[in-house]
C-alpha cells in the first residue's frame, strides 16, 4: 500500500515529461559526485576510511534531499486510472 502512491507518482511524472528517468538518474549522480566530492575536501583521502558511515551518510541524505526536492517540483499529468483509483472509495 505504501508503494501505489509513489508508482502513480511516478507514472505522473513520466507522464508529463517522458526524460523523467533520465533526469532523476543524472540528478542522483551529480548529488552523489558532488556531496562526494565535498567530503574528501573537508576530510581528506586519509580519513575517507575510518570516517566512511559519516561520509556514507552524508552521500545518502544529500542524494534523498535532492531526490525529493526534484520530486516536488517536477510536472505531472493526472491520468485517467488515478481518477479511476480515487473513485472506488478506498481513498
Known sequence: ????????????????????LAKSILEIIVAASTQFTAEVSRRGWDRMAVEGDFVF????????????????????????????CCHDGNH
Not at 500500500?1 to 523523467?20: E, H, N, T, V, W
Not at 541524505?61 to 531526490?67: C, D, L, R
Request: charged fraction near 25%.
Open 57 to 84: 551518510s552524508g552521500v545518502l541524505t544529500a542524494v534523498f534531499g535532492k531526490y525529493f526536492s526534484m520530486w516536488r517540483v517536477a510536472k505531472t499529468v493526472q491520468l485517467d486510472d488515478d481518477i479511476d
Open 1 to 20: 500500500q505504501i508503494l501505489l502512491p509513489l508508482q502513480r507518482g511516478y507514472r505522473q511524472r513520466l507522464a508529463a515529461d517522458p526524460s523523467f
